[in-house]
């Protein structure tokens, strides 16, 4: 029983959908080439290999809201913590973001909706203000608008523990 689901889910239902795929790429390329390169090598030539994503352009086409602009302190300490981050860490960033490890082919001038940083206001008590506790949320995204939702952080340290709370923990939504 199981090997005939499995055999009408992955194969059946597949057939007509794989069957369109190949005919339109056959279109574009010819299959004959395609043969000279194993499946991960396809893959790469497709959709770009795990290349590390381009801060400066990230930067240029970045969209600021609630608030925010590129001279803001939080946005400075989010780029800041960016330069500091690994080549991965920063995809994970993008994909925690965008739902996507891969920076855009083309760069973020061609992502849309653009990638946006968003401010989220915390409440903050009086004595934890003045007394320099700095915002204890989490930063969290709204992939369908690739938006990083970010409260204002006082401190690097914050920002980067936090970024790598949440970009370690698989959610997005959840962490609101």
């Given at each position: 029983?199981?090997?005939?689901?499995?055999?009408?889910?992955?194969?059946?239902?597949?057939?007509?959908?794989?069957?369109?795929?190949?005919?339109?790429?056959?279109?574009?390329?010819?299959?004959?080439?395609?043969?000279?390169?194993?499946?991960?090598?396809?893959?790469?030539?497709?959709?770009?290999?795990?290349?590390?994503?381009?801060?400066?352009?990230?930067?240029?086409?970045?969209?600021?809201?609630?608030?925010?602009?590129?001279?803001?302190?939080?946005?400075?300490?989010?780029?800041?913590?960016?330069?500091?981050?690994?080549?991965?860490?920063?995809?994970?960033?993008?994909?925690?973001?965008?739902?996507?490890?891969?920076?855009?082919?083309?760069?973020?001038?061609?992502?849309?909706?653009?990638?946006?940083?968003?401010?989220?206001?915390?409440?903050?008590?009086?004595?934890?203000?003045?007394g320099g506790a700095d915002v204890d949320r989490l930063p969290s995204a709204s992939t369908c608008y690739n938006t990083l939702k970010l409260p204002n952080y006082k401190r690097l340290s914050t920002m980067i523990e936090k970024l790598k709370y949440a970009i370690s923990s698989g959610?997005?939504?959840?962490?609101?």
């Amino acid at each position: 029983y199981i090997h005939l689901v499995a055999d009408y889910r992955l194969n059946q239902c597949m057939r007509k959908v794989s069957g369109a795929f190949v005919r339109g790429m056959s279109e574009v390329i010819n299959p004959s080439w395609l043969r000279l390169f194993n499946p991960a090598e396809v893959n790469k030539l497709i959709s770009g290999g795990d290349a590390d994503l381009d801060l400066e352009d990230m930067k240029r086409f970045c969209k600021y809201t609630g608030g925010l602009s590129s001279s803001s302190r939080t946005v400075k300490l989010f780029f800041q913590a960016m330069e500091g981050f690994t080549p991965e860490e920063r995809c994970n960033v993008l994909k925690f973001v965008t739902s996507c490890r891969r920076p855009p082919v083309l760069g973020f001038k061609h992502l849309n909706p653009p990638f946006t940083i968003h401010k989220v206001t915390c409440e903050t008590s009086i004595l934890a203000y003045f007394g320099g506790a700095d915002v204890d949320r989490l930063p969290s995204a709204s992939t369908c608008y690739n938006t990083l939702k970010l409260p204002n952080y006082k401190r690097l340290s914050t920002m980067i523990e936090k970024l790598k709370y949440a970009i370690s923990s698989g959610a997005g939504f959840e962490l609101s």
